[in-house]
């Protein structure tokens, strides 16, 4: 197995947060490294910035949907998210995560996502 070559930082004290960090983890072949925010490993201006998921890795940052997206890209059978990135669907894609943040973000405790 190779070393994580980028991070999905996300919100510990939100059930669907962890989650979702835990299920992509499983299935990214170990190539993404899950770090709750509060971690010494997250980067200082992103931990400032807990409302939505972030996506670290050598080509930069990207938050929410967009954060998700390229996580999932990781996953097996993944790419065919890569459609939620074109320009047009991209607005959906972050409406669509802003929508499921928002329902999930105030349920705390345990959780767990098939």
């Known amino acids: 197995m190779r070393p994580p070559d980028a991070q999905l930082v996300y919100e510990e004290d939100c059930a669907f947060c962890t989650s979702a960090a835990l299920w992509i983890a499983a299935r990214a072949a170990g190539s993404v490294e899950t770090v709750p925010f509060g971690d010494p490993r997250v980067p200082s201006p992103l931990d400032a910035d807990r409302s939505r998921v972030h996506w670290v890795s050598e080509e930069g940052?990207?938050?929410?949907g967009a954060a998700m997206t390229r996580a999932l890209r990781r996953v097996r059978g993944g790419c065919v998210v890569r459609v939620l990135d074109l320009p047009g669907l991209a607005r959906l894609r972050?409406?669509?995560y802003t929508l499921v943040a928002r329902a999930h973000r105030r349920r705390?405790?345990?959780s767990r996502i098939g």
């Open 108 to 110: 705390a405790g345990p």
């Open 61 to 64: 940052v990207l938050h929410g």
């Open 94 to 96: 972050d409406a669509g």
